[in-house]
């Protein structure tokens, strides 16, 4: 079974930088495309952006200049950083697997404060 | 970027009836590269329909989908207690970005 686990600071101070990581089990992180998505409180989904096994990536193009998706195939994880945070920057960040995406993480909730 | 409109924001159902859900895409999606999802408060996602119309793995045959080019439905043909929750579509045809729509809340009556 496939399972997937955000790990990182839940808190995060403004202009600094958000680092999170996907831990991958039950799955080799040298197939499919991997994701990060986020959601503000009570709000709908983004797409952040994927990332191949092969380091290709894609990203939304809202938040390309601020983001840098990598992959670790030897430890089975991929990550996220996010620089410059600000408040808009605060939600519940998902990782996932596929295109479209079914499987995903619990996610973890980033909150952007001093 | 293609930008995706559902309708309505939110229904008020009861167990039993059947619904449809509307995704309408500002242009054509991609190989009717759509996908469904239904999230419930506190919970991940979780993929229901891709394609426009193949059924994820393990999900109910009450769920289907249809449409192509920029209109797209989700239909629930018998509403189930668990079925109600807020439902999104996604386009991944053209990308980046990958969007979503707004979110269509199904709520108990």
């Known amino acids: 079974q496939v399972r997937l686990q955000e790990s990182g600071p839940g808190l995060v101070r403004p202009s600094e930088t958000l680092s999170l990581t996907c831990s991958v089990s039950g799955d080799s992180i040298k197939d499919y495309f991997w994701s990060w998505f986020r959601q503000p409180p009570g709000k709908g989904l983004e797409w952040i952006g994927h990332i191949y096994a092969t380091a290709s990536t894609s990203y939304n193009p809202s938040l390309k200049s601020r983001v840098t998706m990598s992959v670790d195939t030897s430890e089975n994880q991929f990550s996220l950083n996010l620089t410059s945070v600000t408040a808009a920057d605060a939600a519940m960040y998902f990782c996932?697997?596929?295109?479209?995406?079914?499987?995903w993480g619990q996610g973890i909730l980033v909150t952007v404060s001093s | 970027e293609i930008v995706l409109t559902q309708s309505p924001g939110t229904l008020s159902l009861s167990p039993g009836e059947r619904v449809t859900l509307s995704c309408r895409a500002s242009?054509?999606?991609?190989?009717?590269?759509l996908a469904w999802y239904q999230q419930k408060p506190g919970q991940a996602p979780r993929l229901l329909i891709y394609g426009a119309s193949s059924r994820a793995t393990g999900i109910p045959d009450r769920f289907s989908g249809s449409g192509s080019g920029t209109d797209f439905t989700l239909t629930i043909s018998r509403l189930e207690p668990e079925d109600f929750a807020v439902y999104y579509c996604q386009q991944y045809g053209r990308s980046p970005p990958n969007t979503f729509g707004q979110g269509t809340k199904l709520e108990i009556k």
């Open positions: 242009q054509s999606v991609s190989r009717n590269y």
């Open positions: 996932g697997r596929g295109q479209p995406t079914s499987v």
